[in-house]
């Protein structure tokens, strides 16, 4: 019984027939006419540019020499010495405009926690993120994407997350740049707690970047890769209740069948609901497995993106 209940509920988010809580009502009207947008996550080289076989300067330009893809998503991790350097941003986004690269945002991690009880270490953590949402800016991006760790309690965890993405939402506004919250493990999977968050904020630059996998909400980074996470929130309900505050969308991938549908992620539903609600962004893929190279994995995934949503009604 439980089974076919779950069954239910999944196909009618694909056929956008949930009723959901008022206010996170995700569906429009289905259009074939949406053009799909496929920008690239720099996480999907994360194992060459770690092994120093790909220069994080190079980047953008791979993205779209390689594999056609004209919209780039940065990760921080991999310009830590660059940070506050405003000609080397400066000079990034002149080339990337020179080529016709669109820079969209730079995920941001490791540099404390939003959520943290303690005011002083939440304060820090606030302002790290400051020279991100400048560099942002002076790449021409929309948006830094941010996680929502904390420690303690939940209601602890929700009330400091209130304070510090109320703050860096501020700062954002003022820069004109969006701070987005991705589900990344623990309670920032918890989509119905993290919407919640952002609904007492009220601040229209505070919004999401639903990612198809990482619901993992007892392990931190969230991944669901190999189905080994024991307590994983519903991908379907998380990423419509997302969908209404994205300013991005992230395709995860891990691995491949034979007919090159993702073995664990349904793209096809998860897509439909995209299409469904109207949205208009881009949807970055973001390769994560192991099995295929980076680069085979990067064009399995542009072409299951490609073939499903130009399939979807």
Request: aromatic share 10%; glycine share 10%.
């Amino acid at each position: 019984m439980n089974s076919r209940r779950i069954f239910l509920q999944r196909s009618a988010l694909a056929a956008g027939a949930l009723v959901l809580p008022a206010g996170l009502i995700p569906f429009g009207c289905a259009s074939k006419s949406i053009p799909l947008k496929i920008s690239l996550a720099q996480w999907s080289l994360h194992r060459a540019l770690e092994k120093g076989q790909v220069k994080a300067d190079d980047f953008p330009f791979i993205a779209k020499n390689n594999y056609d893809i004209n919209a780039v998503e940065y990760v921080n991790g991999f310009y830590k010495e660059k940070a506050t350097d405003e000609t080397y941003w400066q000079d990034l986004s002149r080339r990337c405009s020179a080529e016709g690269i669109k820079s969209l945002l730079i995920m941001v991690d490791d540099e404390g926690h939003l959520g943290d009880p303690n005011p002083d270490a939440r304060t820090s953590a606030v302002e790290k993120h400051y020279k991100w949402v400048h560099a942002a800016k002076l790449l021409g991006c929309h948006s830094i994407r941010v996680n929502a760790f904390g420690s303690g309690s939940k209601e602890d965890i929700r009330e400091a997350l209130v304070d510090g993405m109320g703050k860096l939402a501020e700062y954002g506004e003022k820069e004109g740049i969006n701070i987005l919250i991705e589900n990344h493990g623990l309670q920032s999977s918890d989509a119905g707690y993290i919407t919640n968050i952002i609904q007492e904020v009220d601040n229209p630059y505070l919004g999401t970047l639903p990612d198809f996998g990482n619901w993992c909400l007892n392990k931190e980074w969230g991944s669901t890769s190999n189905n080994s996470c024991t307590e994983v929130y519903d991908s379907y309900e998380g990423v419509a209740q997302f969908l209404p505050y994205a300013k991005g969308v992230s395709a995860k991938s891990y691995d491949f069948d034979i007919d090159g549908n993702e073995t664990i992620i349904d793209y096809n539903g998860l897509l439909q609901l995209v299409k469904n609600h109207g949205y208009e962004g881009y949807i970055g893929i973001e390769y994560e497995g192991s099995r295929l190279s980076e680069s085979e994995g990067i064009k399995a995934t542009k072409e299951l993106l490609e073939r499903t949503w130009n399939s979807l009604d």
